[in-house]
Every structure is written in C-alpha cells, then in structure tokens.
T-cell receptor, first 114, second 108 residues
Framework: DAGVTQSPTHLIKTRGQHVTLRCSPI?????VSWYQQVLGQGPQFIFQYYEKEERGRGNFPDRFSARQFPNYSSELNVNALLLGDSALYLC?????????????FGPGTRLLVL | DAKTTQPTSMDCAEGRAANLPCNHS???????VYWYRQIHSQGPQYIIH???NNETNEMASLIITEDRKSSTLILPHATLRDTAVYYCIVRVGDQFYFGTGTSLTVIP
C-alpha cells in the first residue's frame, strides 16, 4: 500500500508570493494534519482536518490556510510568503484522528523562500 | 509550547540497548505519549505509544513511570540504522506537541 504522498518535494519561492502544497493520505484514512518543521526544531502543528472539516488549528497566522477534498486529499496554502516560512512542511494522515490513532507522516515538501 | 524535554544528544554502542529518557511533567490523565524518529529530515516514523502501562512492539519498548511524568524509550539492540532524531510527543486531543528531540548516534 502507498504511504502518505506529498507534492512537490521541493519548492523555491520569493517573498510575497503564495504557495500551495498537496497531500494524499493513506487509502482509507480520513484525517489529515499539517506540520511545519524549521531547521533544527521539531515539527509544529498547523492544522488538522477530518471529513473536510477543520478540527484543530495551531498558533499560525491567517496567511496559512488549508482544506480537505471529498477524496480526503488536502492542500495547504500560504500567502504573502516571508523568509521565515522556509521549512519542511509535513503532512500526516490517520484513520479518524482519535487520541489513540497513530499518525503516519509523508516525506514532506521543502520550501525555500528567498 | 513544547510539553516534553529530552536530552539534546546521546551515543550508544552498536548491539547495546539505547535508553532515551523524556520528561513530560505537565501531562494530563488522558493524554498519550508517542515516540517517533526522523532520519535525515525524512518524514517522522512512528515507533510506539502508550497511556499508562508499559508497551512493547517489534521496534521498541516504552516504560512510563507510575506518576506519568516521565518515560523511557528502549531500543533493545541498537544498530547503525537506528541513528536518528527521536521525538517524545504528548498528544493533546488531535494535536501532537513535538519537542526538540534527542539525536541518537549509534557507534560501531
């Protein structure tokens, strides 16, 4: 079975631009979470979606938004990019998002903002 | 707002047990402890999780103290491929709170 897939793998943008990152969960998983990992730090929670509804949001500005589609894939959008948005963006999926359910991570999208 | 503290780095001899400690003194009664590892900035890989009781699977064992304020991940026979950053995580509802992790180096 395919794991969590993310696209693109790498991306270079300039300040002020916007970016869309994509994630396909493991087949049968209905919950998708997004994380930002800045170099040298652990991943930080951005959003969780379950059945197309936002279930949780981390401490990120409104420039960050996301959505989940009927096939449970998800997009993360970041507007007005800043240099500090350079990071590895990780997507994780789980069956239903409950407290006992394991999240499985994708390989990430590495974003560089110049 | 990390909810866990871990040593920054540790070394372990190949073939020996690696014991990775974690403090989570503010954990609440219904919050799970998860462990993941990350190799070369790939996506984090799930290892094990637990609530109160000790847990064991094919990868590792998780020992949680009775007061749940700390835990230890045990890799029983470390190999070179176990060199990675290991994250101890407290799950609060739907959110995983990662700390800065422990960089484990397995030495031949």
């Amino acid at each position: 079975d395919a794991g969590v897939t993310q696209s693109p793998t790498h991306l270079i943008k300039t300040r002020g631009q916007h970016v869309t990152l994509r994630c396909s969960p493991i087949s049968g998983h209905k919950s998708v979470s997004w994380y930002q990992q800045v170099l040298g730090q652990g991943p930080q929670f951005i959003f969780q979606y379950y059945e197309k509804e936002e279930r949780g949001r981390g401490n990120f500005p409104d420039r960050f938004s996301a959505r989940q589609f009927p096939n449970y894939s998800s997009e993360l959008n970041v507007n007005a990019l800043l240099l500090g948005d350079s990071a590895l963006y990780l997507c994780a999926s789980s069956l239903g998002g409950g407290p006992r359910e394991t999240q499985y991570f994708g390989p990430g999208t590495r974003l560089l903002v110049l | 707002d990390a909810k866990t503290t871990q040593p920054t780095s540790m070394d372990c001899a190949e073939g020996r047990a690696a014991n990775l400690p974690c403090n989570h003194s503010t954990i609440s009664g219904n919050e799970y402890v998860y462990w993941y590892r990350q190799i070369h900035s790939q996506g984090p890989q799930y290892i094990i999780h637990g609530l109160k009781n000790n847990e064991t699977n094919e990868m590792a064992s998780l020992i949680i103290t009775e007061d749940r304020k700390s835990s230890t991940l045990i890799l029983p026979h470390a190999t070179l491929r176990d060199t990675a950053v290991y994250y101890c995580i407290v799950r609060v509802g739907d959110q995983f709170y990662f700390g800065t992790g422990t960089s484990l180096t397995v030495i031949p």
